[in-house]
């Protein structure tokens, strides 16, 4: 199903539904007749419905530019160690670590969108 929106609401603390689904509800809308569906299920369990837009956010290419990244950091770590500078190895291999470690929320938010 393409989400075009999102309706969300905050579950009133008396509420018998705040036991089962928490303190937010979010449900997804592919269409117009749809999102009107969820507004009036979230206004029947006493919730304020606030709906919005789904975002695009174009994970591959972010995850591509950070995967080009650590390689570019160890192909100058290594090119670093080989012509004996060992401080920009060490700033290289920062970056090398600095940049996998963000490729991983990248690549979970990639994974989750699918």
């Known amino acids: 199903?393409?989400?075009?929106?999102?309706?969300?609401?905050?579950?009133p603390p008396d509420s018998p539904l705040r036991a089962?689904?928490?303190?937010?509800?979010?449900?997804?809308a592919a269409d117009l007749p749809q999102?009107?569906?969820?507004?009036r299920?979230?206004?029947r369990a006493?919730?304020?419905?606030?709906?919005?837009?789904a975002r695009y956010v174009p994970w591959t290419p972010i995850a591509l530019s950070l995967a080009a990244g650590v390689l570019?950091?160890?192909?100058?770590?290594?090119?670093?160690?080989?012509?004996?500078?060992?401080?920009?190895?060490?700033?290289a291999a920062g970056a090398m670590v600095l940049l996998g470690v963000?490729?991983?929320?990248?690549l979970t938010h990639q994974e989750m969108d699918r």
Not at 46 to 53: E, Q
Not at 72 to 91: C, D, E, N, Q
Not at 102 to 106: G, K
Request: aromatic share 4%; no cysteine; glycine share 4%.
């Open 1 to 11: 199903m393409t989400t075009s929106h999102y309706v969300r609401g905050q579950v």
């Open 20 to 28: 089962l689904a928490g303190r937010t509800v979010t449900l997804p």
């Open 35 to 39: 999102l009107a569906d969820r507004v």
């Open 41 to 43: 299920e979230l206004r």
């Open 46 to 53: 006493n919730v304020d419905p606030v709906v919005l837009p």
């Open 72 to 91: 570019a950091a160890v192909a100058t770590a290594l090119a670093a160690i080989l012509t004996g500078h060992p401080a920009l190895a060490w700033a």
């Open 102 to 106: 963000a490729l991983f929320p990248v």
